[in-house]
């Protein structure tokens, strides 16, 4: 409280009264702390409101999360009275369930109209794969969100790298006596890469099967 951060000073007199809710001490803190903690984070979102990018909506979207999370941890709390007068000790909550709603469907927007201008204006991998984060990020925020779905799909394709580790020949001519070298060497790179889930996401892994498929087709 006394370095002026009176948000994280709420939640540790909170913490205090979950312990002991009849300490004097905790109680008089948050009844300071909480009512500045508000005034500040609501200080902050109308200055973002002034902005005019549409990126704002994820900054107001921290602000009212921030503002929710204080008060469902204000709202854990059992009735609080005050242990010399007997009185209860009461705060304004406000739910910003519908503020963050709104933040979410306009950040979403935000998301799914940098994926369509991207997927547009670029049509290398890079910009494809660009392209599908920008979609993959609007449904993060907004489940399903539009098309988003059908369009990350569409630019994840177009992003895919394929990849065929042709087989190892092994010349060591130690006829097998290590065992098949060989197919453990690619099964061992094969693992490596798939340990990677982002990297595999735009990766399309050639099978033995249908490497040797190929191989036979072109003799």
Not at 10 to 15: D, R
Not at 57 to 67: C, I, P, S
């Amino acid at each position: 409280y006394k370095l002026g951060n009176y948000e994280v000073a709420t939640f540790y007199a909170i913490e205090s009264l979950k312990l002991k809710p009849d300490y004097q001490k905790a109680q008089q803190t948050l009844k300071q702390c909480y009512p500045l903690a508000i005034t500040q984070r609501s200080q902050k979102i109308l200055k973002l409101k002034e902005r005019k990018d549409d990126d704002r909506w994820e900054d107001l979207l921290v602000e009212y999360m921030a503002l929710q999370k204080l008060n469902d941890a204000l709202g854990s709390l059992a009735p609080l009275r005050d242990p010399e007068t007997g009185q209860g000790i009461r705060f304004d909550l406000r739910d910003y369930s519908v503020e963050i709603a709104e933040a979410k469907s306009h950040v979403a927007e935000n998301y799914y109209r940098k994926g369509i201008h991207q997927s547009r204006i670029d049509d290398s991998k890079a910009g494809q794969r660009i392209a599908a984060e920008y979609f993959k990020k609007a449904m993060a925020f907004v489940p399903n969100y539009l098309d988003s779905a059908s369009r990350y799909e569409i630019a994840r394709q177009n992003a895919v790298t394929r990849i065929a580790i042709m087989p190892f020949e092994d010349k060591s001519g130690s006829h097998n006596r290590y065992g098949a070298i060989a197919d453990i060497l690619m099964d061992q790179i094969l693992d490596q890469l798939m340990q990677n889930a982002t990297d595999m996401e735009y990766t399309e892994l050639i099978t033995r099967d249908r490497i040797e498929a190929l191989l036979e087709e072109q003799e």
